[in-house]
């Protein structure tokens, strides 16, 4: 079937099911695997983009297929998909060695094509891209870039000068040109996440796991969409920070229309009937902005689960208007640590007392459940600080045990990469850090040569050397898992499993882990999965069925595999 454009997404390692890689807990607490096989939720606003404006195009989510599959072969997936564009993400630093992998492989099968990186860490190191890399055809520089790949497909298809393309960044006479940045204030009309053109192109091609945007999104579909481009906030580990989109995408951040969001939202519940997670603090856009979305939220009768974020605590006004707007909400925040100073060192901060007084708003006004997110290496943070901030997790689930608002807590590495453009990154001695690796071949070579998460760990801090990051995050994981089960929150048959897992890692003998190279160290799925509450649609019926077919054909594959 002709396609213009192929979207595609590599895993984080290319040849991960042929290595003996243990992972560890650098993916403990996203929705995705250690494979990192979640596309970023823009391949699905340019498709629908592309698609609106008269282009064929599709998502081939690689590391998905690869994933759920050890018979997959990507190789030969990749030669019959025939486009003249194949568009890579390179958004994050993991997904280095697959990228140029997969990459170099379509290259030598589509010589005739052309291979486009785009994402966060492409327009970073871009030049060096462009430079080293052949068989990389054109970067497409900058976020939200559904115009920057509509002019390409005009251009390629159509044979419009590649200098109509902004953000494009080429070879021409054997020099790398760069053509004019796109005026991103003008782009965010351009932005829609459709789950109608996904799983309608779902069905076109013939390839539903190719569209799924991780592994488990069947047995537990969620839609997403976002309020902003950039941030307002300079949190130093962040490459999406405002300190780096000034000095990456020359903008600054940006609020959408909150009543496009909600069309969003109305579409997922009509289509899908699931969950959504909103990318975004919507008490942070100001009262007039959240005022605005909750009204546009009521006025469309907006019932599904809702899941909402905070960069920093909220007030009372805003847990009674999201009260009486959204039936069912949750909520999360990642304080990072318990320490104050420690947080104001690493984002912008706030006291524990006002966490947790939106923590006991939260619980006034309605939300089901709360999760609060702490991390590990960061700039000023030694190893006491890191157990007593498990310690301070525990006091968080204490204080809310038997509430009608569950508590979960969570902690786990920042890890493997420091992002490019953070202000860690490029202050690193401001802040205290090592980065050891200052390229694209570095972190290739890191990702091709490591077998556990701490040979991926490129960083060390003045407080705690790589080994002590290790440690401390075995103990904290350790710790965490007691405590939660302390409060009621996991059974002991869990705790023993997760405590048994992480020693045994630990120790370098083997821990339980899927077929699938897919299972948490610490935390097991069920922990991050914040709604399975569904409306029933015929889209999630369809989905119903599909899932219950490919659990049979799962099982007797699995059983084949375990045979041969």
């Known amino acids: 079937m002709k396609t213009d454009v192929v979207f595609i997404h590599p895993p984080s390692i290319y040849d991960f099911r042929k290595r003996d890689i243990d992972p560890g807990p650098i993916s403990d607490v996203v929705p995705s695997t250690p494979v990192f096989e979640m596309y970023p939720v823009g391949f699905v606003s340019m498709l629908n983009y592309l698609v609106q404006n008269g282009f064929n195009a599709r998502i081939a989510n690689v590391a998905v297929r690869m994933v759920q599959s050890r018979r997959f072969d990507p190789v030969s997936y990749l030669r019959d998909l025939d486009a003249p564009i194949y568009g890579i993400d390179l958004h994050w630093l993991p997904h280095a060695h697959g990228a140029l992998n997969i990459a170099r492989i379509v290259k030598n099968l589509h010589p005739n094509s052309y291979v486009v990186f785009g994402g966060y860490s492409s327009t970073y190191f871009r030049k060096e891209i462009m430079r080293d890399y052949p068989f990389v055809d054109f970067v497409l520089a900058g976020d939200f870039q559904e115009y920057g790949i509509y002019k390409l497909a005009e251009s390629i298809v159509e044979g419009k000068p590649l200098s109509e393309v902004p953000g494009l960044v080429h070879r021409e006479n054997g020099m790398v040109k760069e053509e004019r940045p796109y005026d991103f204030r003008k782009g965010l009309e351009n932005v829609f996440f459709n789950y109608e053109v996904l799983l309608k192109n779902a069905i076109k091609y013939h390839d539903v796991k190719g569209h799924l945007p991780y592994a488990d999104w069947l047995r537990n579909p969620e839609g997403f969409t976002l309020i902003e481009r950039g941030c307002q906030l300079n949190c130093g580990f962040c490459g999406g920070s405002n300190f780096s989109y000034k000095n990456n995408f020359a903008i600054n951040y940006q609020f959408r229309d909150p009543c496009r969001v909600v069309d969003e939202i109305e579409l997922s519940q009509e289509i899908l009937g699931s969950p959504v997670f909103i990318v975004g603090d919507l008490a942070l856009a100001g009262q007039k902005y959240y005022e605005k979305f909750f009204k ?163 960083y060390e801090t003045q407080w705690m050397t790589r080994d002590e990051i290790v440690n401390a995050t075995y103990d904290a994981e350790i710790r965490m898992t007691q405590l939660r089960y302390d409060v009621g929150d996991i059974s002991r048959d869990t705790m023993e499993t997760i405590i048994r897992n992480v020693q045994n890692y630990r120790r370098g003998n083997n821990y339980c882990k899927s077929n699938r ?36 054909i799962g099982g007797m594959r699995i059983r084949s595999e375990e045979r041969s």
Not at 323 to 344: A, K, L, Q, Y
Not at 543 to 550: D, G, P, Q, T, V
Request: with cysteine; net charge negative.
């Open 517 to 552: 190279v897919d299972k948490h160290l610490a935390y097991m799925s069920k922990d991050i999965e914040w709604s399975n509450k569904h409306k029933p649609t015929l889209t999630s019926l369809l989905i119903l069925l599909y899932r219950s077919y490919e659990e049979v």
């Open 296 to 458: 546009c939220l009521r006025d469309r009768k907006i019932d599904i689960p809702i899941l909402t974020e905070y960069f920093k605590p909220f007030n009372e006004d805003y847990a009674k208007e999201i009260s009486r707007s959204v039936v069912d909400f949750s909520m999360e925040i990642s304080p990072e640590t318990s320490d104050e100073n420690v947080r104001n060192w690493n984002k912008s901060g706030y006291s524990n007392e006002d966490l947790e007084k939106s923590l006991k708003l939260a619980e006034e006004y309605g939300s089901k459940k709360f999760d609060v997110y702490f991390s590990i290496g960061l700039s000023h943070q030694d190893y006491r600080n890191v157990i007593d901030t498990v310690e301070y997790a525990g006091k968080l689930m204490r204080d809310f045990r038997g509430s009608q608002m569950k508590i979960s807590t969570f902690i786990s590495p920042i890890a493997p990469f420091v992002d490019p453009g953070s202000l860690w990154y490029e202050k690193s001695e401001m802040y205290g850090f090592k980065v050891f690796a200052r390229t694209l071949a570095d972190i290739y070579r890191i990702l091709d040569m490591g077998k556990t998460w701490y040979d991926f760990l490129d």
